[in-house]
C-alpha cells in the first residue's frame, strides 16, 4: 500500500490559522502532491485536492459529515442534526424538501425580492453624504429579502438584529476566538427566533404553505414523523443563512469589475437580440467569481466505509480534507488559473469535480449545496444592477483580499460613493 508523504511538522493547526486558504496547496506544493498526510488539532488527517480528489470525496455514500467539521464551525454552519450531517435515506429524503423550496419558481420568486428590497436600499444611499459599505449593506437587504422570502418577513429592528445575527455567523465560522464567540452567542438568539416562526406555523399563522417555512413546518421524516422544533428552526437557518452569505460573492463580483472595466460593456442590457448573450456573459461571469475568489477553504468528511484511491486504502474513520479553493484554482483542470476570465465558461457549464466553490458531485445523491442555482441567480441578478441599475464611485481604500482570513473579504469591505439610480 502507497503512503502519500507527511508533513514533518507535529501538528499543523498553526500553519491552517496562518495560511487559511492557501494551507493545503502550499503543502501540496512543497510536497510535490495533491494528496498528504498531516496532524490537525492533534488529529491524524489526509489533505487532498484536485479534480481526481473532488470526484473521489464526492462519491456518494463514501464519506460522512458527521465528526468531519470543528464544532466551532458545524454549530455556526449546518449545525447538528440538520440534512448535511445526515446520511444514506435520511439525507435524501431532507434533501428533497430543500430541492423543494429551491425549485426554480421559488427561486426566482427570491431574486424578486432582493431586486426590489436592492433598489430602496440603493435610493437611500442616493442622500448619503459619506462612502457606503456594500458587504454590510448587501448582507441587510439579502437578510431582509431571504426572511420575506421563507414566510418570515422582518423590517425595523428586527431585520437589523437578524442581519447582525447572521452576519456574525458567517463571519465567525472560520474563526477561533472573539469572531467565533460572537457567532455562538449571536446564534442563539436567531434560533429562537426560528424556533418560534416554526410554532407559529404549526398553531395556525397565516404562513403560505409553498413558502420554506410552510414546508419546514408540515415536512415529515422517512418514518411519518415531524421534525422536532429545534431541527426544524436549523433547518429555516440553513435556508435563510446562505442567501445572507451571497453577499461575499457578490462583493467580490463588483471588486472584478472594478478592476477588470472592460468587462462591463459584455454585462449590460442590449437590444431584445441580445438578452439571451447577456445573460450567457452573466452567468460566465459569476462562475468565474465562484471560482476565482476564496468563499470556503475546505470541506470535511470521515470515511463511512473502505475504499482505495490511488493504491491506498482507507480505512473506516478516517478524516480527509478536501481544498475546495486550491481545487477551484488547480493548474491541471483551468487554464491559467490565477487569471479572471471569464470566457472559460462561454460555452455552459463546468465539470462537477473541478468547479467546487460550494461543494461536487452529484446534486441529489451527494452533499453538494442545493443552493447553487439561487447563488447562480442572485449574482447574475446583482451584476445587472450593478451594471443597468445604478452608476456609484469607488473612493480610494484597501480593497487588498488577505487569505488567511476565513471568510476572506476585502479590507475595506468594498466602500461605494456617490451612488444614482439610473434605471
Same mark, same amino acid.
Given at each position: 500500500?502507497?503512503?502519500?508523504?507527511?508533513?514533518?511538522?507535529?501538528?499543523?493547526?498553526?500553519?491552517?490559522?496562518?495560511?487559511?486558504?492557501?494551507?493545503?496547496?502550499?503543502?501540496?506544493?512543497?510536497? #510535490?502532491?495533491?494528496?498528504?498526510?498531516?496532524?490537525?488539532?492533534?488529529?491524524?488527517?489526509?489533505?487532498?485536492?484536485?479534480?481526481?480528489?473532488?470526484?473521489? $470525496?464526492?462519491?456518494?455514500?463514501?464519506?460522512?459529515?458527521? #465528526?468531519?467539521? %470543528?464544532?466551532?464551525?458545524?454549530?455556526?454552519?449546518?449545525?447538528?442534526?440538520?440534512?448535511?450531517?445526515?446520511?444514506?435515506?435520511?439525507?435524501?429524503?431532507?434533501?428533497?424538501?430543500?430541492?423543494?423550496?429551491?425549485?426554480?419558481?421559488?427561486?426566482?420568486?427570491?431574486?424578486? +425580492?432582493?431586486?426590489?428590497? &436592492?433598489?430602496?436600499?440603493?435610493?437611500?444611499?442616493?442622500?448619503?453624504? #459619506?462612502?457606503?459599505?456594500?458587504?454590510?449593506?448587501?448582507?441587510? @437587504?439579502?437578510?431582509?429579502?431571504?426572511?420575506?422570502?421563507? #414566510?418570515?418577513?422582518?423590517?425595523?429592528?428586527?431585520?437589523?438584529?437578524?442581519?447582525?445575527?447572521?452576519?456574525?455567523?458567517?463571519?465567525?465560522?472560520?474563526?477561533?476566538? =472573539?469572531?467565533?464567540?460572537?457567532?455562538? +452567542?449571536?446564534?442563539?438568539?436567531?434560533?429562537?427566533?426560528?424556533?418560534?416562526?416554526?410554532?407559529?406555523?404549526?398553531?395556525?399563522?397565516?404562513?403560505?404553505?409553498?413558502?420554506?417555512?410552510?414546508?419546514?413546518?408540515?415536512?415529515?421524516?422517512?418514518?411519518?414523523?415531524?421534525?422536532?422544533?429545534?431541527?426544524?428552526?436549523?433547518?429555516?437557518?440553513?435556508?435563510?443563512?446562505?442567501?445572507?452569505?451571497?453577499?461575499?460573492?457578490?462583493? $467580490?463580483?463588483?471588486?472584478?469589475?472594478?478592476?477588470?472595466?472592460?468587462?462591463?460593456?459584455?454585462?449590460?442590457?442590449?437590444?431584445?437580440?441580445?438578452?439571451?448573450?447577456?445573460?450567457?456573459?452573466?452567468?460566465? $461571469?459569476?462562475?468565474?467569481?465562484?471560482?476565482?475568489?476564496?468563499?470556503? =477553504?475546505?470541506?470535511?468528511?470521515?470515511?463511512?466505509?473502505?475504499?482505495?484511491?490511488?493504491?491506498?486504502?482507507?480505512?473506516?474513520?478516517?478524516?480527509?480534507?478536501?481544498?475546495?479553493?486550491?481545487?477551484?484554482?488547480?493548474?491541471?483542470?483551468?487554464?491559467?488559473?490565477?487569471? &479572471?476570465? =471569464?470566457?472559460?465558461?462561454?460555452?455552459?457549464?463546468?465539470?462537477?469535480?473541478?468547479?467546487?466553490?460550494?461543494?461536487?458531485?452529484?446534486?441529489?445523491?451527494?452533499?453538494?449545496?442545493?443552493?447553487?442555482?439561487?447563488?447562480?441567480?442572485?449574482?447574475?441578478? &446583482?451584476?445587472?444592477?450593478?451594471?443597468?441599475?445604478?452608476?456609484?464611485?469607488?473612493? %480610494?481604500?484597501?480593497?487588498?483580499?488577505?487569505?488567511?482570513? @476565513?471568510?476572506?473579504? %476585502?479590507?475595506?469591505?468594498?466602500? @461605494?460613493?456617490?451612488?444614482?439610480?439610473?434605471?
Amino acid at each position: 500500500m502507497s503512503a502519500f508523504p507527511r508533513v514533518s511538522a507535529p501538528d499543523s493547526s498553526l500553519g491552517l490559522l496562518s495560511e487559511g486558504y492557501e494551507f493545503i496547496s502550499n503543502r501540496c506544493r512543497r510536497l #510535490g502532491t495533491d494528496a498528504f498526510r498531516c496532524r490537525l488539532m492533534l488529529a491524524p488527517a489526509i489533505c487532498v485536492r484536485g479534480r481526481e480528489a473532488a470526484e473521489m $470525496f464526492y462519491t456518494p455514500g463514501r464519506f460522512t459529515r458527521q #465528526g468531519a467539521v %470543528p464544532a466551532t464551525a458545524l454549530t455556526l454552519l449546518q449545525d447538528r442534526r440538520s440534512v448535511q450531517t445526515l446520511d444514506g435515506a435520511a439525507h435524501h429524503h431532507r434533501k428533497e424538501l430543500f430541492l423543494e423550496c429551491l425549485s426554480a419558481e421559488s427561486v426566482g420568486n427570491l431574486v424578486g +425580492r432582493f431586486e426590489r428590497e &436592492f433598489r430602496a436600499a440603493a435610493d437611500g444611499w442616493q442622500d448619503e453624504e #459619506g462612502p457606503v459599505e456594500l458587504l454590510g449593506e448587501l448582507e441587510a @437587504i439579502l437578510t431582509r429579502a431571504a426572511c420575506d422570502w421563507i #414566510g418570515a418577513p422582518v423590517t425595523g429592528e428586527e431585520a437589523e438584529d437578524r442581519t447582525r445575527e447572521f452576519a456574525a455567523m458567517i463571519d465567525g465560522a472560520g474563526a477561533i476566538g =472573539p469572531r467565533n464567540w460572537r457567532g455562538q +452567542r449571536l446564534r442563539r438568539r436567531t434560533e429562537q427566533w426560528a424556533a418560534d416562526r416554526v410554532r407559529a406555523a404549526r398553531s395556525g399563522a397565516a404562513v403560505a404553505a409553498d413558502t420554506p417555512l410552510g414546508r419546514l413546518a408540515a415536512y415529515e421524516d422517512a418514518s411519518g414523523e415531524r421534525l422536532d422544533e429545534a431541527v426544524a428552526a436549523v433547518e429555516l437557518l440553513n435556508l435563510t443563512r446562505p442567501v445572507v452569505a451571497v453577499a461575499r460573492f457578490m462583493v $467580490f463580483a463588483a471588486l472584478a469589475l472594478h478592476e477588470r472595466p472592460d468587462r462591463r460593456a459584455a454585462l449590460t442590457d442590449g437590444a431584445a437580440e441580445e438578452s439571451h448573450a447577456v445573460d450567457g456573459a452573466r452567468q460566465a $461571469f459569476a462562475q468565474e467569481v465562484r471560482r476565482y475568489y476564496p468563499f470556503f =477553504p475546505a470541506v470535511g468528511g470521515k470515511v463511512r466505509e473502505p475504499f482505495e484511491w490511488r493504491g491506498r486504502r482507507f480505512e473506516r474513520d478516517e478524516w480527509v480534507l478536501l481544498d475546495l479553493y486550491g481545487t477551484n484554482h488547480d493548474a491541471d483542470a483551468w487554464d491559467e488559473p490565477e487569471r &479572471f476570465r =471569464p470566457e472559460r465558461f462561454a460555452h455552459g457549464g463546468a465539470c462537477p469535480h473541478a468547479l467546487v466553490p460550494q461543494g461536487g458531485g452529484p446534486l441529489r445523491e451527494g452533499h453538494r449545496c442545493p443552493g447553487e442555482d439561487a447563488t447562480l441567480a442572485l449574482l447574475r441578478s &446583482f451584476l445587472g444592477l450593478l451594471v443597468d441599475a445604478v452608476r456609484y464611485e469607488v473612493p %480610494p481604500q484597501d480593497l487588498s483580499v488577505d487569505l488567511s482570513r @476565513i471568510p476572506a473579504e %476585502p479590507a475595506s469591505r468594498f466602500r @461605494i460613493a456617490d451612488v444614482r439610480l439610473i434605471g
